[in-house]
């Protein structure tokens, strides 16, 4: 008895399912193919501002994250202990990350404080009142420099440092009036470009310097420094030892920094230096900005489900209304309601699936290709497109999902209507 009820019930479902599917063809045939066009074109739009839009939010902090990484920190970055001037052993430690075989390259970074001037007068023994504004005086091996972070292909004007470069320097965009967006409250120096001189005051010692190439970032930790030999700032501040202030390194593909970092706290290393990987230098930051972005792309692509869902709910409506007469007939001559139901559920199916198939195509073949290619310019980042396969086919199932159900809810309304009614045309 219990197997007999099984076999009426798969007979049942089957039946229907094939009965809907017939009826579901039919109509998606004999409809209007501009009505058909414009619903599978809203579900296209749907689909690209549910993926489309959170993905550019996103983006936005990732492009600033990965740019951190590529121009600042590397994968891992070591620095001083706040307690601490500078890394202490920092060649001993140095000799020990370039033991390690993941390890790609490292560069070592002296820093020191200074105040820089411009627009001054030398006839005034430093006495004026020039332009000035704080800075950070960065001594780098260009060689080593550009190897981890591309420094050179940051230049936009002037030329890259050599090393036996003296009283030359990059100066950074953010600090340069022509070559910064001067946002409200950035204090930047007037009339400065390469070619010219500035000076710099590091407590009690002053010291004119040519500039000789600017650098264009959107990473204040790049773009509000000045850079020079560490060779010519370890004579400027008479810092005659070897230690430095920062190193970052740049790992081998493939390479776990987590798994390096871990590795690096199993030496004498972690008592000179902090250590942290990429992620964990940016702090929390970008993690909440990430998490917010995040929210507020789900949040209109929420919406734009909604409208989505609302308009299958209205076409279907509308549709069943219409064909009132005729679902009658169908009820009449002994198709289950549930068929015409399913086949209006394989209808929205159809539309929604058209849609995300369509918005895939076009995201994954062209927007992406082109943002990748052509980044965002934001103003604190380059943003991209974050637009992960697994993310992405999830929003699709949610897509589909919620239109089957918007088709579904009025074709039942119509379908659960009295037979006779119907076929009369009656209320």
Do not use: H
Request: glycine fraction near 8%; aromatic fraction near 8%; charge should be neutral.
């Amino acid at each position: 008895m219990k197997k007999s009820l099984i076999s009426r019930f798969r007979f049942f479902c089957q039946s229907s399912l094939r009965v809907g599917w017939f009826l579901a063809w039919r109509q998606i045939q004999r409809s209007s193919k501009g009505t058909t066009f414009l619903i599978i074109f809203i579900m296209v739009l749907t689909f690209l501002n549910l993926v489309f839009v959170s993905g550019i939010l996103s983006g936005l902090v990732a492009g600033s994250s990965n740019a951190y990484r590529s121009q600042y920190s590397g994968d891992l970055i070591l620095s001083n202990y706040e307690s601490k001037d500078f890394i202490n052993n920092s060649s001993s430690v140095i000799k020990i990350m370039s033991a390690l075989p993941e390890i790609e390259s490292i560069t070592p970074r002296l820093l020191s404080g200074a105040v820089v001037e411009a627009n001054y007068s030398r006839k005034d023994n430093f006495n004026d009142n020039p332009d000035s504004l704080s800075s950070v005086l960065t001594g780098i091996d260009p060689m080593a420099e550009d190897e981890v972070t591309n420094l050179s292909d940051l230049i936009v004007a002037g030329e890259y440092l050599e090393n036996g470069d003296r009283n030359q320097v990059l100066v950074g965009s953010s600090l340069l009036s022509a070559y910064s967006r001067n946002t409200p409250g950035d204090e930047t120096l007037d009339n400065v470009d390469v070619g010219d001189t500035i000076r710099v005051r590091i407590g009690d010692i002053f010291k004119e310097l040519q500039v000789k190439g600017v650098v264009k970032s959107k990473i204040g930790e790049v773009s509000r420094r000045i850079y020079m030999t560490d060779k010519f700032l370890r004579q400027l501040i008479q810092r005659p030892s070897g230690n430095v202030n920062e190193i970052a390194a740049k790992l081998e593909p493939g390479s776990d920094p987590d798994i390096v970092k871990e590795e690096l706290k199993k030496t004498q290393v972690c008592d000179c230096a902090k250590i942290e990987t990429w992620e964990e230098s940016q702090g929390q930051f970008f993690k909440d900005i990430s998490r917010t972005f995040s929210l507020l792309g789900n949040l209109i692509g929420g919406i734009g489900v909604a409208v989505a869902s609302i308009t299958v709910f209205i076409v279907v409506f509308i549709n069943a209304i219409t064909r009132r007469r005729y679902i009658g007939i169908l009820k009449g001559i002994g198709i289950c309601g549930f068929s015409i139901q399913i086949s209006y559920m394989i209808q929205s199916l159809f539309y929604s699936l058209s849609g995300s198939i369509i918005g895939s195509v076009l995201l994954f073949a062209f927007l992406k290709p082109y943002i990748d290619r052509n980044p965002i310019d934001f103003p604190f980042s380059d943003g991209i497109l974050v637009a992960p396969i697994d993310l992405t086919i999830i929003r699709i199932v949610i897509l589909i999902a919620v239109t089957i159900i918007a088709g579904y809810i009025p074709a039942k309304i119509i379908v659960n209507k009295n037979t006779l009614d119907s076929i009369l045309g009656r209320r």
